[in-house]
């Protein structure tokens, strides 16, 4: 029977709010990383915001918002090996980025087009997984079947806090507790499923009070806070790695922007309490705590945003100037050995559209 | 009568039954405060209260396992599936429960819960916003499955089966839920389960169509006159289905075109053809082609259009059919 | 947030062991209810024992056993008034003895004979469940549906360790807290699915600790002890009853039968602990302990005995005379507007059975 | 080639696959140290230990979902459901997962997984121990199907769907586990998906079938010796379907007869019957007729003989496919 530590009460911060309560350091991270992490975060944020520019345009489809996530997106990641693999959700669509992603490859999914489909291996970094919650046990699968190789691979995979209502996250979980798969079930508890609030999802006092059910740790964390995320994946993983098993995280954090691009949140959000975390949003908060801390200058970070804002110029141009897809995509890459009507249907297909 | 877009006419289907029935409620994710992701739900929580119109946990079988037992507590639980690809969770309980359930009680109690959602694609959304799921519901024993084309049926069809006995699934066409625009009759309004509907009297072949199929099965129609003359027949409800009234059509046109949005294996348009081989075979005079959905996924938008059977397709079938 | 008591860690138990651990007693049992629940275990336990009998005979097909689990069902049935519901499961088959089913009804159903099929409202008892933890999300629906209704109606489900790891349980679960639906959530846990061990199910320390993901009370009985089983009952629906919503009950016993008639055991079960447990079964237990209070006598007991098996006599009578099910029934009662296909089959299928 | 009973072919098609590859694991509920509840697992944990045949929770979405990590993870796992209606639980994973993963990765990634179960009914078993689930796996874009109806084909087929690069359902008749007996090719032993079986030639009319109905078929042709001359095909493979073999069949005798136990409405005779409408529908003599499971829950055992396909049926729909 595996070691339970009751799940955590408070949030895990290192942040200070640069007034009353002080700042904090995670060990072993310089300043170089601390700036890699702001780099990531500014990445993730010139992402979102162009995007929603771009779906203004109708440059790409219907896209789903993370502005205000991206601390959750940047400090897990940034704990693991690049041979640690990333099972995200539809809500962290641009995650690969993290990964050396390009760009257009996350802007072409978003656009519809075949460019937006990778290769997993390439990145480590799973397919985008738009049913909630079901990419729970792939993560747990994939943990759990690496060390059966005996690869020191660690799975994290990201959800929300509507997923954990889904019998996917509980058959999940319970198969990570059961294999003792080296995974990190990383929740972002933004309070909102779409416009379902977390006291209709569920009576549990706390998401992570759900992880002793599983037999596994369930840890508390300020989502805001890219170093406490940081430093709470860090652990989870180092658990995971020494083949103690699987970690819950909750990243506590509050949804600030739609749903998505066709979502009108004025039906159900609590204005207020959007104004304030919007005042508190991640990237300024550890953009300013870096500034107290002196590691990063005024053109450090207009350089770093320049610098994200041409990748984002580059990926819209690749994007577009994808040639259109051919239709034999609709049939391609479906089966190995395809049955041999497919070939039929698209010789039939291809006479039809002359 | 007042003109309607279909996603409206929806709406007001509920308001009307919910009226009319006190034991009828609403239930599903963001059907309440948001009124629906596609708002057919708008107003009902405001109208009826959060109990009778209930923003459900993330969760689909639990969604449809709990509205088993607000059935056998006296309610008529409208359970909305956010989209077709999303309903999958809730199978299980669907096939092993909301269809046996009053057969296991010797049909002593009922379980006269409708499942909706839209379904169908073409909408130009992300993977798994376009699925055309009917044959997993109309092969399921113990559940109904009405499918409307038009706002008026859509009312009608979601009406009847509220008050159906037995669990009825309506698939609604989500492309065509702001296209659709037509006379809606004001107030109650039910259209029977098990009637087709002749869109368009014709004498050459018979096209077969439901839900967002049925407007590109018209548009064929219109622009074949002068070569083939097309009647066009509306089935609304695959489970009852109106077999007298496609049994009528073939016998007098002799040559039948079956469409339909999903894969095509063991897909309803296969049923439709198999019941013609059966009951119609020496009335054919030509194959009966499906045209269909691939036997591969959905794909990424932009080539949906290639995926989803197009005006060209179902009109080249209808052209080889008189052609053999 | 409802208020969520931790998990019980030691087993509730009301009966002693004769020697060191002494007897206890529940507050508001009379004589006569003591009496009346030895007869619900009696009653149980002739009902099993007959039918293994009854099944190698030929007389009834596959069935599954639940020798020693009678305190669990017998207890917790008993803490419930006449209008609220049980949802069995498959190995609480004879669950409905408790509330005047025939034992030819639930002998029927294991004939698989229509007769078996019985109507839950004349008992108010669901019909038997076999998908494991399916009937979870229906109790829990009626239980919140006959709230909304007014109406003073408490549901009882029970179902398995096993039936823990299944989606089913969690949303059910989810779903009972969020509604704060008057349910019990009753887990028989033998520590055996089949011949899966409840530690290949489970990393949770108890099965108990799951409670609190889902913001209801967890409490830990032993489930051998029909005494500690009724309390605990009493107290969640009690609770139930008051508004405050579900609980989540842990009744622990071991599994010492076969799974069902057709389960070889010995393939799997640790037999050094099955006989302890044997020793120890429920229904001799609280027969001692009845000795011990004086409230039963050799002649009570044996009549109560006499009693039931006659019932059983009867049972089988009756289930043996209901005349073959005529074909009719394979289309009747699957719809209340059947399509007009199915009168069709049926007129198809009597020409051909002529 | 020694004498096996089905099952056992099953059992043996596993050690021998197990052997040959060390990256294909087992996995499903009792499995390992039981053997299946059907003992169709007995003897690989001893054999291959508990980290290649595993015991695994009572949760069947999470079984195929896990599995799909898994694959990613270079496995190969072969996963049982204990009985067919609880599969049903895993249908989500299945539909939008496991059929669709290949092609999200754009064919870069594999996901050689099999699913496989006990199916059918006439065995006398409680509730949902007889379901017949074909249609919900064949319809799903991107799986496979495959049903034996001897040991060999239960061997090979296994065999092959264990090598397959894509998802697999292979559906074992229960009923015939222990009654089916014959004999089976030693040590590695691969029968092609997509390849019918003619079983019995014959020259009146075509009864197509699969799983435990190809014996109904046969004993249906033996019986008609005289008045008609059947022709037996095992389709095997459902996905890839042998069109060549089923039309060159009715090419020749110019009927069909189609038998499943399944519930008829969009069951897979309903697709073969599409396919002859469609392609053989100038060599069709007669109706095509389905015989199949009726469009109800599957009844209690006392009336299941009532409700699977049965000689009576089978040999009722001959004569009038001749008679027509
Ligand atoms: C199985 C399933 N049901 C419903 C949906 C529709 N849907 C998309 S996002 C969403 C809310 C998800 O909320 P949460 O898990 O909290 O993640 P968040 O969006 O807040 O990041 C829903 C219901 C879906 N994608 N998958
Ligand atoms: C969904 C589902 N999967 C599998 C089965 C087959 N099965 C019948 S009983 C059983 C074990 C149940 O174990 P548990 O929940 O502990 O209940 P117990 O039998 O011990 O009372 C299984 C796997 C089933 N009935 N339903
Ligand atoms: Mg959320
Ligand atoms: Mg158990």
């Keep these: 029977m595996s070691q339970v530590l009751p799940a955590e009460g408070g949030l895990r911060r290192i942040i200070g709010d640069g007034e009353s309560r002080p700042d904090g350091e995670v060990e072993g991270l310089g300043p170089e990383q601390l700036l890699a992490l702001f780099r990531d975060l500014v990445l993730l944020r010139t992402y979102d ?17 993370f502005w205000n996530h991206e601390a959750m997106q940047a400090g897990s990641v940034f704990a693991l090996e690049e041979r640690d693999w990333v099972f995200p959700s539809y809500r962290d669509s641009a995650i690969g980025l993290l990964r050396g992603m390009p760009a257009s490859t996350v802007l072409s999914w978003w656009r519809g087009h075949p460019a937006g489909w990778w290769n997993p291996e390439d990145y480590n970094v799973a397919s985008i997984c738009v049913p909630i919650a079901t990419q729970i046990p792939h993560a747990v699968g994939f943990a759990w079947g690496s060390r059966l190789k005996g690869e020191d691979r660690v799975a994290i995979v990201n959800f929300g806090d509507g997923a954990t209502s889904e019998g996917s996250f509980h058959e999940g979980a319970t198969f990570a507790g059961v294999m003792k798969a080296p995974v990190v079930l990383f929740c972002n508890n933004n309070q909102w ?11 549990a006092p706390t998401l992570a009070d759900k992880a002793i059910g599983y037999g596994m740790p369930g840890l508390r964390v ?11 994946t860090r652990e989870a993983v180092a658990r995971a790695r020494a083949g103690d098993g699987p970690t819950f995280i909750e990243a506590v954090t509050y949804r600030v922007a739609p749903h998505a691009t066709a979502d009108d949140p004025s039906l159900y959000i ?9 005042e508190n949003e991640c990237v300024g908060r550890y953009e300013r705590y870096l500034r107290r801390l002196g590691v990063l200058t005024e053109e450090q970070a207009a350089a770093i945003r320049a610098e994200a804002l041409e990748l984002m110029r580059v990926g819209i141009a690749q994007a577009e100037a994808e040639p259109p897809a051919d239709v034999s995509l609709v049939f391609e890459h479906a089966y190995a050995n395809p049955p041999p009507t497919l070939a039929i249907d698209l010789d039939e297909l291809r006479r039809i559209l002359g | 009568m007042k003109e309607l877009m279909l996603v409206d006419a929806v709406n007001d289907a509920l308001h009307v039954e919910m009226e009319r029935d006190p034991s009828v409620l609403v239930m599903g ?7 629906g992701v596609f708002r057919a739900t708008a107003g009902l929580q405001d109208r009826f209260g959060a109990e009778r119109c209930i923003d459900t946990p993330l969760a689909e079988a639990g969604i449809i396992g709990t509205a088993v037992g607000l059935c056998m507590a006296g309610w008529r639980p409208v359970c909305e599936m956010q989209y077709d690809a999303f309903s999958y969770p809730a199978l299980d309980q669907l096939i092993n429960h909301v269809g046996r359930y009053r057969w296991r009680t010797r049909g002593k109690m009922s379980f006269p819960l409708v499942i909706r959602m839209p379904y169908g694609g073409s909408v130009r959304a992300p993977e798994l916003h376009d699925d055309s799921p009917e044959t997993y519901y109309v092969h399921t024993p113990g559940v109904k499955v009405a499918i409307p084309s038009t706002p008026a049926d859509a009312k009608g069809l979601l009406a009847a089966a509220i008050r159906d006995p037995d669990p009825v699934v309506v698939l609604e066409p989500k492309l065509i839920y702001r296209l659709a625009r037509g006379d809606v009759p004001e107030g109650e309004h039910v259209v029977p389960l098990g009637k087709a509907r002749v869109v368009r009297e014709g004498s050459d072949v018979t096209i077969v169509a439901y839900g967002a199929m049925v407007g590109v099965a018209q548009r064929v129609a219109v622009s074949l006159v002068g070569d083939a003359s097309c009647e066009v027949l509306d089935l609304r409800s695959l489970k009852p289905l109106d077999e007298d009234s496609l049994l009528a059509s073939v016998a007098k046109t002799g040559h039948a075109v ?6 095509r294996v063991c897909g309803f348009a296969s049923e439709v053809a198999a019941i013609l081989a059966e009951k119609a075979i020496f009335d054919l005079r030509g194959p009966v082609l499906r045209v269909t959905g691939y036997d591969v996924p959905y794909p990424y938008w932009q080539l949906e259009d290639a995926y989803v059977p197009s005006e060209a397709r179902v009109a080249d079938a209808v052209r080889r059919v008189l052609a053999a």
């Excluded at chain 2, 994710?29 to 009124?35: K, N, P, Q, S, T």
């Design chain 2, 258 to 263: 079956v469409v339909q949005e999903a894969p």
């Design chain 1, 49 to 65: 915001e162009r995007s929603v520019i771009y779906h203004r345009q109708g440059r790409i489809g219907t896209y789903a918002i």
């Design chain 1, 222 to 232: 300020d989502g805001g806070d890219v170093l406490a995320v940081y430093e709470a």
């Design chain 1, 193 to 203: 499923a779409i416009s379902t609030p977390l006291s209709a999802q569920t009576a």
């Design chain 1, 270 to 278: 609590d204005e207020e309490r959007a104004r304030e975390e919007r």
């Design chain 2, 29 to 35: 994710e963001d059907v309440g405060r948001l009124g």
